[in-house]
């Protein structure tokens, strides 16, 4: 099994930056792609950002030129860093990470959701 821990959401200002974390554990081969989604109540599960190992990254365009993702494989571990945050941000955020476990088998998991909320 792989379990995603996130960390780092809660209350910010219109205008601030939160950082969120997310860490992978369990039977992990390799990991390929790190990515945050988010979701508002009544609203989908969106992209936010996500990264490949070959250095690819995506970006929705409502966060371009705001949030930056990081990723770090020697730690299994992904980074959001959220800057001039809007109330259009609140939203619960998911980490998501695909790879393939110690049995060669393709992983594709979730986090469990970090809230964040921008108050205006």
């Known amino acids: 099994q792989v379990q995603l821990v996130e960390s780092g959401g809660g209350s910010v200002q219109a205008g601030g930056s939160l950082r969120l974390s997310c860490t992978a554990s369990g039977s992990i081969r390799s990991i390929d792609d790190m990515g945050w989604y988010r979701q508002a109540p009544g609203n989908q599960r969106e992209l936010v950002a996500n990264g490949t190992r070959h250095g690819t990254t995506n970006y929705a365009d409502s966060v371009k030129g705001r949030f930056i993702l990081s990723r770090d494989y020697a730690e299994n571990t992904v980074y959001v860093q959220m800057n001039s945050l809007s109330p259009e941000d609140t939203s619960t955020y998911y980490c998501?990470?695909?790879?393939?476990?110690?049995?060669?088998?393709?992983?594709?998991?979730w986090g469990q959701g970090t809230q964040v909320t921008v108050a205006s």
């Open positions: 998501n990470m695909k790879g393939i476990n110690t049995w060669g088998l393709q992983f594709d998991t």
